[in-house]
C-alpha cells in the first residue's frame, strides 16, 4: 500500500461507496487467487510468475493509457533515484509472488495465510526500525504477541515458518520503499513489471526452445496463463481506486479479507493438515491483529 494511499480520506460519501466496493472487491480477489494457482499447479512457480509479470503489462498499459499518464513512465526511467526504488520494489514483489505460488502449489496454503497476517505487523516493525516511527503500547503489545506465535510455530517444527516469515517481510519492504518515493500505485506497478520483464521475457523463451513452456502447449493452459496477468494487475488497480477513497482504518480492516479466505480455503477446500499448535499461534496472531486494528481506530477517532 503507498503512502499516498494510506494517508487519504474520504470526502464524498458516494466517493465512500465506490472505494468500499473496489477496495472490497480487491482482497476478495486476492483471497480467491490460491484457487486461480491450484487450478495451474502443474507448471512451475517460475513460469507462473513470469505469464503474471508479461501479462500483467497490457493490462496495466491500458489503465494508464485510459487516465492519459503513459508519458509518466518515460519520467521514471530518465529518474536515476525513482528508477532505483521501484527496480527495488519490483526485485522484493516477483519474491513474494514467486514464493506465494510455490506455498499453493506445495500446499503450504495455510503458511501463505500466516504470512499475510504478520504483514501489517511486520511493517510496524519496519517503521519502527528504519523509520524512527513510535510504538504505541497496545502495537508493542501486539508485536510480542506475533513474536511467540513465531516462537511456537518454530518449537513446534524444529524451524522458522520461513514461508510466513517471507512472504511477510517482503510487503513490509516494499512498503518502505515505496515511503521513499512519489509514485503513483499504478504507475509504479507498470515500471516494475516492465523492469521485470527484462527477465521474464528471456526465460520463457528459454522454456519454449528447451520444449518445456506450457503457454500454448494446450487452450486449457494458455488461457489460464494468459489470465495470470488481468488477476495480478485488476486487483491492484480496483485497490489504487477505492483505498484512496476509504478511511485509513476502513482499509486497515478490509485488508484481512484475503488472508482470512486464503487461511479458509487451505483448511477446508485444499484439507492441508492443520494442528493444535498451529491454532494456538493463529489464535495469537488474531489477538495481535485485533489489537492493531484497536490501536488504529482509536488514533484515527475524532475527538
Known amino acids: 500500500m503507498s503512502d499516498e494511499?494510506?494517508?487519504?480520506?474520504?470526502?464524498?460519501?458516494?466517493?465512500?461507496?465506490?472505494?468500499?466496493?473496489?477496495?472490497?472487491?480487491?482482497?476478495?480477489?486476492?483471497?480467491?487467487?490460491?484457487?486461480?494457482?491450484?487450478?495451474?499447479?502443474?507448471?512451475?512457480?517460475?513460469?507462473?510468475?513470469?505469464?503474471?509479470?508479461?501479462?500483467?503489462?497490457?493490462?496495466?498499459?491500458?489503465?494508464?493509457?485510459?487516465?492519459?499518464?503513459?508519458?509518466?513512465?518515460?519520467?521514471?526511467?530518465?529518474?536515476?533515484?525513482?528508477?532505483?526504488?521501484?527496480?527495488?520494489?519490483?526485485?522484493?514483489?516477483?519474491?513474494?509472488?514467486?514464493?506465494?505460488?510455490?506455498?499453493?502449489?506445495?500446499?503450504?496454503?495455510?503458511?501463505?495465510?500466516?504470512?499475510?497476517?504478520?504483514?501489517?505487523?511486520?511493517?510496524?516493525?519496519?517503521?519502527?526500525?528504519?523509520l524512527g516511527e513510535k510504538l504505541n503500547r497496545i502495537q508493542g503489545i501486539a508485536l510480542a504477541l506475533a513474536f511467540i506465535a513465531v516462537s511456537i510455530l518454530t518449537c513446534m517444527t524444529g524451524e522458522l515458518p520461513w514461508i510466513a516469515l517471507i512472504l511477510g517481510c517482503p510487503f513490509g519492504v516494499y512498503g518502505l520503499i515505496r515511503k521513499t518515493v512519489d509514485i503513483g500505485p499504478a504507475l509504479g506497478f507498470m515500471t516494475e513489471v516492465l523492469i521485470l520483464s527484462v527477465v521474464a521475457i528471456p526465460y520463457l523463451y528459454f522454456l519454449a526452445i528447451n520444449n518445456e513452456l506450457y503457454l500454448g502447449s494446450s487452450p486449457r493452459d494458455t488461457y489460464l496463463l494468459i489470465g495470470c496477468g488481468p488477476i495480478t494487475a485488476v486487483p491492484l488497480i480496483l485497490f489504487a481506486h477505492g483505498a484512496k477513497r476509504l478511511q485509513l482504518t476502513t482499509v486497515g480492516l478490509l485488508q484481512y479479507i484475503a488472508p482470512s479466505m486464503i487461511f479458509l480455503t487451505g483448511v477446508f477446500l485444499f484439507k492441508e493438515p492443520f494442528t493444535q499448535m498451529q491454532l494456538l499461534a493463529f489464535v495469537l496472531i488474531w489477538l495481535a491483529i485485533a489489537l492493531y486494528i484497536w490501536s488504529g481506530i482509536r488514533a484515527h477517532r475524532p475527538y
Do not use: D
Not at 71 to 77: A, T
Open 5 to 130: 494511499t494510506k494517508n487519504s480520506f474520504i470526502t464524498v460519501p458516494g466517493q465512500a461507496r465506490a472505494g468500499f466496493i473496489c477496495t472490497f472487491s480487491a482482497f476478495a480477489l486476492w483471497g480467491l487467487m490460491p484457487l486461480y494457482m491450484k487450478a495451474i499447479s502443474h507448471v512451475s512457480a517460475l513460469e507462473i510468475v513470469a505469464s503474471r509479470i508479461i501479462w500483467s503489462i497490457p493490462v496495466a498499459l491500458v489503465f494508464l493509457l485510459v487516465a492519459g499518464r503513459t508519458s509518466e513512465i518515460v519520467g521514471v526511467f530518465k529518474s536515476p533515484s525513482k528508477l532505483v526504488a521501484v527496480a527495488a520494489c519490483a526485485t522484493v514483489i516477483s519474491i513474494n509472488w514467486g514464493l506465494y505460488v510455490w506455498a499453493i502449489t506445495a500446499e503450504r496454503t495455510i503458511e501463505a495465510a500466516l504470512g499475510y497476517y504478520i504483514n501489517p505487523l511486520i511493517s510496524v516493525a519496519l517503521g519502527m526500525i528504519f
